[in-house]
């Protein structure tokens, strides 16, 4: 049987590309101790002096790292775990994330690791053209309030929180009016049905050409979901975002009142509060026609330029917003692109993003009450969660 079961471990080795000798530690760390075997590659060798020469820099180096055991089978002897269960049981390598996590979601396509959607969010970081700069945008964030506070409903700032946006130069960008154009669509009220327009539908597909087809940004970011396997033309990938975006569903009694878009970028009235509105344009734009009262900010990212990050208090004609989170100062295809990045790689749960080396976390959520297609999920809710100390 030993005999056996060396020539087994020698033919693993030999097919996964390893050395055909058995004197290296190269797949063999935590096994155990075989004295039929030239050197050992467990804890035990250390006591006996009969390590392999590198299971230091392969075994001991790498045990607290998932390079090269994704999906490896549970060995006691290690110190951290690299399969689909060490999250369960909170006992995964610190980079199990980046280099073994799968998709989340996306039609079946290859895996998508965290690391590859941090590169690919840097990569939409630089291409953001259309962002405001330091002179088109002043923020007077005011009031900065403890967690603990921000059901308090206390107005601490006495002035508005933009203090300036220059929108002659922003809003006739092509996808700032295209935004604009379709934000004014909607009822905010929850159980009024949204009934749009021939000329309200055509200003939906028209926000969807300017920011994902006519952008550099929004063609980087098909061009990824593409090599992933994920759609297989432009033309399935913007099908799919109408459907998952636009598609309207039913928050309140019944009727169809709500969609990604509407509970995302405009904001609804649910409950007796504001819910959803994650987006800086529409917060802009309301605060300036006199409608909502900027009261003060629980969080402020760590960006000293645009797009930076906040989490708002404030009240929209009558009802309050805890904690109103938006990417503040980015360009609409940028907004819309890291919300359908997070959602189709990581829908119902966390995505962390990188934005000029700095981590920013989406939440995402699905809406299981309805769907569309093959059983796909429209989306239920997006945002800049609260940044990790």
């Not at 097919?15 to 155990?32: I, K, P, V, W």
């Not at 390598?93 to 959607?117: K, M, P, Q, R």
């Not at 006495?158 to 379709?182: G, H, I, K, Q």
């Not at 990938?237 to 509970?263: A, T, V």
Request: aromatic fraction near 12%.
């Amino acid at each position: 049987m030993k005999v056996f079961a060396v020539l087994a471990l020698w033919t693993t080795l030999f097919h996964q590309g390893y050395s055909n000798t058995l004197d290296s530690c190269q797949g063999r760390c935590g096994y155990g101790t075989d004295n039929s075997l030239s050197c050992q590659c467990n804890s035990s060798c250390e006591r006996y002096k009969d390590c392999c020469s590198d299971y230091t820099e392969i075994c001991k180096a790498g045990a607290t790292s998932c390079k090269g055991r994704c999906d490896e089978k549970y060995n006691t002897q290690n110190k951290c775990h690299c399969n689909s269960k060490c999250a369960q049981y909170k006992n995964c390598c610190s980079d199990y994330a980046d280099l073994c996590e799968s998709d989340g979601g996306g039609g079946g396509g290859s895996v998508i690791t965290d690391a590859e959607i941090k590169a690919l969010s840097e990569t939409l970081y630089a291409q953001d053209s259309n962002k405001a700069s330091a002179s088109e945008l002043i923020i007077d964030s005011q009031a900065l309030v403890a967690d603990s506070q921000t059901s308090s409903k206390d107005d601490l700032s006495s002035r508005p929180m933009f203090r300036y946006l220059n929108e002659e130069a922003l809003f006739s960008r092509p996808t700032y009016a295209a935004l604009l154009a379709v934000l004014d669509n909607y009822d905010r009220m929850t159980g009024q049905i949204e009934d749009f327009s021939p000329q309200q539908l055509a200003e939906q597909e028209a926000f969807l050409k300017e920011t994902m087809s006519n952008t550099e940004l929004g063609r980087e970011l098909f061009a990824f979901l593409y090599t992933k396997g994920i759609y297989a033309s432009e033309e399935e990938f913007i099908q799919d975002l109408k459907m998952m975006w636009f598609g309207l569903y039913s928050r309140n009694n019944n009727m169809m009142d709500s969609s990604g878009f509407e509970h995302i970028f405009a904001g609804e009235v649910k409950g007796g509060k504001v819910s959803g509105f994650h987006n800086w344009i529409q917060f802009y734009l309301l605060e300036k026609r006199g409608k909502l009262n900027y009261y003060s900010h629980s969080f402020n990212g760590p960006w000293t330029s645009y797009p930076d990050v906040m989490g708002m208090q404030f009240m929209w004609e009558g009802y309050f917003k805890q904690v109103g989170s938006a990417v503040i100062g980015c360009s609409p295809e940028f907004d819309f692109a890291l919300y359908s990045l997070c959602y189709i790689t990581r829908p119902g749960k966390q995505c962390r993003l990188s934005l000029g080396g700095k981590e920013l976390i989406i939440q995402t959520y699905t809406w299981d009450n309805s769907s569309y297609g093959d059983g796909k999920k429209y989306i239920g809710s997006a945002f800049p969660a609260t940044p990790r100390n």
